[in-house]
């Protein structure tokens, strides 16, 4: 479960500094953008460029086996 939501399938990257949510995520999950704490912070692309996010927000996680 990520904020309250069940989650079936997820990537983890053990080597990521960086997790992102696409702001259509947020939105199903009912996140408004107003939840979402200024990042002034940018993050850099493969190519070098970069791109300030939408904010940042921190969600529970709960892990475990599905339920059967």
Do not use: A, W
């Not at 960086?18 to 199903?28: A, P, R, T």
């Not at 939840?35 to 709960?62: A, C, H, K, M, W």
Request: aromatic share 4%; glycine share 8%; with cysteine.
């Amino acid at each position: 479960m990520i904020g309250n939501h069940t989650v079936c399938r997820i990537l983890v990257d053990n080597r990521s500094s960086v997790d992102l949510l696409y702001s259509d995520c947020l939105e199903k999950m009912g996140i408004q953008k107003e939840q979402l704490e200024n990042s002034s912070r940018p993050l850099y692309v493969f190519t070098g460029d970069s791109v300030i996010s939408q904010g940042t927000i921190r969600l529970p996680i709960t892990t475990g086996e599905k339920p059967q």
